[in-house]
Nanobody, 122 residues
């Protein structure tokens, strides 16, 4: 079991940056692949990025590739999403996710945080 709490969302102008954090509670954080999803108003949730247990493998949605970076600190049970060059279409609720499967974490993750709002103004 793992509990996830996101922070770092907010309002930013287009072209700006934000860094999201996700604190995980549980002794086996390093056993989980971690990721981020987002859901914009009126749209379905979509995959954003994921990172493997060791942090050595990352994968991104095409829409954020080159602008977002996912990382993790297993000593602090935390995963991050650095978001640069933000666009209005990045506006969404961002969810931290976890799963023991690196495949499932990008598709149907077992664990979800409550989400944090990111709003990008034009």
């Amino acid at each position: 079991q793992v509990q996830l709490v996101e922070s770092g969302g907010g309002l930013v102008q287009a072209g700006g940056s934000l860094r999201l954090s996700c604190a995980a509670a549980g002794r086996t954080f390093s056993s989980y692949a971690m990721g981020w999803f987002r859901q914009a108003p009126g749209k379905e949730r979509e995959f954003v990025a994921r990172i493997a247990w060791s942090g050595g493998s990352t994968y991104y949605a095409d829409s954020v590739k080159g602008r977002f970076t996912i990382s993790r600190d297993n000593a602090k049970n935390t995963v991050f999403l650095q978001m640069n060059s933000l666009k209005p279409e990045d506006t969404a609720v961002y969810y931290c996710v976890a799963d023991t499967s690196i495949v499932a974490v990008a598709r149907t993750p077992d664990y979800w945080g409550q989400g944090t709002q990111v709003t990008v103004s034009s």
